[in-house]
């Protein structure tokens, strides 16, 4: 899955920034049927007392992953075609960048999700009189657990949301306490495409790592561009990382090789100790459930893997 | 002095390349190098960058104590890119003049036939259809973005035929918004169908010398040294189309063929250039247009100094692409709008006053 919307935010930065900075705060916002729209909470789902939506389309690799989590997969008729977590979702080629609402009525859909608005699809289906709901990236984990609740709400499975995110925190806590203090002060640096365009501690993968006690060396660049800066590779020789986390292997099919391959970066501590790590793209672009425990799992793999390497 | 084209006012123009011009273009040149050298996020002392840099040079007796890691900054990182900065630099500027001169066309610029429709798409093919080919240790894009110029820049010449005059230059800046208008569609519509590659491509296009390598500049290097080439040899006959097609004939020079090889060779040049840099933007107006407007319009100063300050410029710019948000980049191309578009602007104004 070539999935990448952080990438994506890197260089649209204006406009998805201000998306991904409301993702923590803003609620998202569900259209009702022949309503303007309203919060979520009073809405939809059981929560509002509204009619549960039985035919999701889901446009959101993340929202896909959050429905399935809380036990509403029953009630998708579709997912866009990045969504590839489950497996078993019912794919469609859909990309939620659609121009047209009207495509998405052979599906006969009575909730749609969808990460960005870019084509004023919201007004479109408020106008087919399609309840819709829009979830953001989201910029940390709590955002993220505000996104489960919401679609907790507007599918009738709240109580299922809400265990699900105690489950989430669990787990996460869990997995930190089992690396304990041998990740603390270890620099990172997390590549978004092979032009050095990485994520920030104030991203929502960013914040991740801060869990671990890592630090970000792209941080050194944050205060400009809305937590995606384009680094230098003579920046990166400088900070000289721990660790390597390479999230540009599907859409530009780097690898530690081709990473060590690259002008003055044999010599970095991250390859010489072969900490640079390959992550799927999509893992470390989406924020939903799956995506969010597989690359917690990752971090941790990847320290155990320095504890092996001998290194403090 | 030797004269040449006729001026705005009709008076005969200065033709001559003096010293004094080449010499302020080198120590133009030599200066952003310096400077381009001395800078970088490592913090690297200058005196020892300098140090680095003088015991390499043949029989000077200075000895660096420079780390293993700085002298794989200055080596690997920042001389690579200084030297494909400027030969990138050099080629657009030098194009972009070109162009102007045989298009008459003071807008013109080396993505006037379009290049750079057809290396975006050439660009977005690599990045959307064969990204495959990176597994197996080969980046498609430069390539598949240098045929996409060729091919396109191809297309224009061979819709730009007219029945009157094999090649004229209206039809062949009609030929390159037609072909430019419909390769940039056929790029959208990949773009349109494949949303993720987005952030890479236009990466691309905001153009960049953050993966600047010595690769990078061996490839360039043998196209842009024969088309710069070409165009150098060429500078005396550019004078002599400024004064019309028909009357250029009058005097022995067939126009449509030096049209033909001049837009051949800037396009080989650009192609290639913009295959490694991506669309860097400004630099083959603003750079040709201040030498003009400085020294007039006589293409034997435009060509040559071109080379020195497009080069010069376009170091500059990266400069202050890495270090205005150090660590962090600003895109080349980014830079060259937000630094050469006023910049232009004032030595349009002084230019005016001084004429005035």
Not at chain 1, 237 to 249: E, G, H, I, R, W
Not at chain 2, 134 to 149: E, H, Q, S
Not at chain 2, 192 to 218: C, F, H, K, M, N
């Amino acid at each position: 899955m070539r999935r990448r919307t952080i990438s994506a935010i890197a260089v649209a930065a204006t406009a998805f920034a201000s998306y991904g900075a409301a993702s923590a705060s803003t609620p998202a916002r569900i259209a009702g049927r022949g309503a303007a729209p309203v919060e979520v909470a009073g809405a939809s789902g059981t929560a509002g007392g509204t009619r549960r939506p039985t035919r999701i389309l889901s446009l959101s690799a993340s929202a896909t992953q959050m429905l399935y989590a809380i036990g509403a997969g029953g009630q998708v008729v579709g997912v866009d075609k990045y969504s590839t977590y489950p497996p078993n979702a019912p794919r469609t080629s859909f990309t939620g960048y659609e121009s047209s609402a009207e495509d998405y009525l052979p599906l006969r859909p009575d909730l749609v999700i969808l990460a960005f608005d870019t084509s004023h699809l919201v007004a479109q289906l408020h106008s087919l009189h399609i309840a819709t709901l829009v979830l953001p990236p989201a910029t940390t984990v709590a955002g993220a657990d505000t996104q489960i609740r919401e679609l907790g709400r507007a599918t009738g499975h709240a109580a299922a949301a809400g265990t699900v995110v105690v489950s989430i925190h669990d787990d996460l806590a869990k997995v930190v306490r089992s690396v304990g203090t041998r990740a603390a002060g270890r620099t990172y640096y997390i590549e978004l495409d092979p032009t050095y365009y990485s994520a920030t501690s104030k991203t929502f993968i960013g914040s991740l790592f801060s869990r671990f006690g890592m630090v970000d060396v792209a941080d050194a660049a944050g205060r400009a561009s809305s937590g995606y800066p384009q680094l230098s590779a003579e920046y990166l020789v400088k900070s000289n990382p721990d660790y390597v986390f390479l999230a540009d292997t599907v859409c530009c099919a780097q690898s530690a090789r081709t990473f060590a391959a690259r002008p003055g970066f044999a010599g970095l501590r991250a390859v010489h100790l072969d900490h640079v790590i390959p992550v799927n793209d999509s893992t470390a672009s989406e924020w939903g459930p799956h995506s969010l425990e597989t690359f917690a799992a990752l971090i941790a793999r990847a320290v155990e893997r320095r504890g092996a390497s001998g290194t403090k | 002095m030797s004269e040449g084209p006729r001026g705005a006012a009709g008076e005969m123009q200065p033709t001559r390349l003096h010293a004094l011009h080449v010499v302020t273009g080198v120590a133009f040149l030599l200066a952003a190098g310096l400077g381009a050298l001395l800078v970088g996020p490592a913090g690297i002392p200058p005196d020892q960058v300098l140090a680095q840099v003088a015991s390499r040079i043949p029989f000077i007796p200075i000895h660096s104590h420079l780390s293993a890691t700085a002298d794989v900054v200055v080596w690997q990182l920042r001389m690579p890119r200084i030297v494909l900065g400027g030969i990138v630099g050099a080629m657009l500027a030098l194009a972009g003049a070109s162009y102007q001169g045989v298009f008459h066309n003071p807008l013109a610029d080396p993505y006037l036939l379009g290049v750079a429709s057809g290396a975006g798409l050439g660009a977005t093919v690599a990045v959307v259809e064969l990204p495959h080919l990176r597994g197996l240790g080969f980046d498609p894009l430069p390539l598949a973005a240098f045929v996409g110029a060729i091919v396109a820049v191809g297309a224009t010449i061979a819709l730009g035929r007219t029945r009157e005059r094999a090649r004229d230059a209206t039809s062949l800046v009609l030929g390159g918004v037609a072909v430019g208008a419909f390769l940039a569609a056929a790029q959208t519509f990949l773009l349109q169908r494949d949303t993720p590659v987005l952030q890479e491509v236009y990466t691309w296009i905001l153009g960049g010398l953050s993966t600047a390598g010595w690769s990078e500049v061996e490839l360039v290097l043998p196209y842009v040294g024969v088309a710069a080439t070409v165009l150098i040899l060429c500078r005396r006959l550019l004078d002599v189309l400024s004064v019309g097609d028909d009357e250029a004939g009058s005097l022995g020079v067939h126009a449509d063929r030096v049209r033909l090889a001049v837009v051949a060779a800037a396009t080989l040049g650009t192609a290639a250039v913009v295959s490694v840099s991506g669309l860097i933007g400004f630099v083959g107006i603003i750079v040709p247009h201040t030498i003009r407007l400085v020294l007039g319009p006589s293409y034997q100063r435009i060509l040559p100094l071109s080379v020195l300050f497009g080069a010069g410029f376009l170091i500059a710019a990266d400069v202050l692409a890495r270090t205005v948000l150090s660590p962090g980049e600003i895109p080349l191309g980014v830079v060259t709008a937000f630094l050469g578009a006023p910049f232009f602007l004032v030595v349009l104004r002084q230019s005016r006053r001084l004429a005035g």
